[in-house]
């Protein structure tokens, strides 16, 4: 018999625990990186990962190549490309390519097609590519290392915001999320893992407690 649960915690550390225990990962990052991931799902793209920068360091096993390999594969199952948002949002194109190389190798070594890499602007980010039918990679420091640190210890990784995006306001963004993160749940039946990106955001940890009460409201609980 499955009993779910929801439990709320932090960091690539926390999302790496959950990870190995088995936890489908919700990763709530939102200046920018989640709130990025749910502006350009709402434009069309297919599939979100998330990776570490190049040469960050966090105190559990990260692989942003492995990420970007496996965001190739599915762009090439997709017929589709990539494209890649990275940081610094103020900065230069090569600065954040740089923080990519990694991801980027990984990709190459798929075979699949980088189409560009864009600045993490959050909800503004759809000012900057068709981001319909892609598949994205998020390189950051916060919640692209979470989602890191998760799917390479085996989870099924998953991203929620709170913040206003293109086409939805109010609590449409964080239902959204939600929505996505109790289904792919209750499919695979499996606990979930409400990840705030960095204990020291406070807008993370705020909103990933947000969500994760929504997830119960919703009733998740009782409805495996």
Do not use: W
């Not at 749910?38 to 990776?51: F, P, S």
């Not at 239902?175 to 749940?185: D, Q």
Request: proline share 4%; glycine share 10%.
């Amino acid at each position: 018999m499955f009993y779910p649960s929801v439990i709320m915690t932090s960091n690539a550390s926390g999302a790496y625990n959950a990870a190995k225990e088995g936890f489908i990962v919700a990763v709530v990052d939102v200046i920018d990186m989640s709130t990025s991931a749910e502006a350009v799902l709402e434009m069309g793209a297919v599939e979100i990962y998330g990776a570490s920068p190049a040469g960050f360091k966090v105190p559990v096993p990260i692989n942003p190549e492995g990420v970007g390999f496996a965001a190739g594969k599915t762009a090439l199952e997709k017929e589709t490309g990539i494209i890649i948002i990275s940081e610094p949002r103020v900065g230069t194109d090569e600065e954040r390519k740089r923080r990519c190389e990694p991801v980027i190798q990984g990709i190459k070594k798929a075979g699949a097609e980088i189409l560009g890499i864009v600045p993490n602007l959050g909800a503004e980010i759809t000012k900057l590519a068709d981001f319909k039918g892609m598949v994205v990679v998020a390189v950051t420091d916060s919640g692209g290392t979470a989602f890191d640190a998760a799917f390479n210890a085996g989870a099924r990784v998953l991203t929620a915001t709170v913040a206003r995006v293109p086409g939805k306001k109010g609590k449409e963004t964080a239902a959204a999320g939600v929505k996505r993160i109790c289904e792919e749940a209750k499919r695979h039946r499996k606990n979930i893992a409400v990840v705030a990106a960095s204990s020291n955001a406070l807008e993370d940890l705020l909103a990933a407690q947000y969500i994760y009460n929504l997830i119960l409201e919703e009733g998740f609980l009782s409805s495996v």
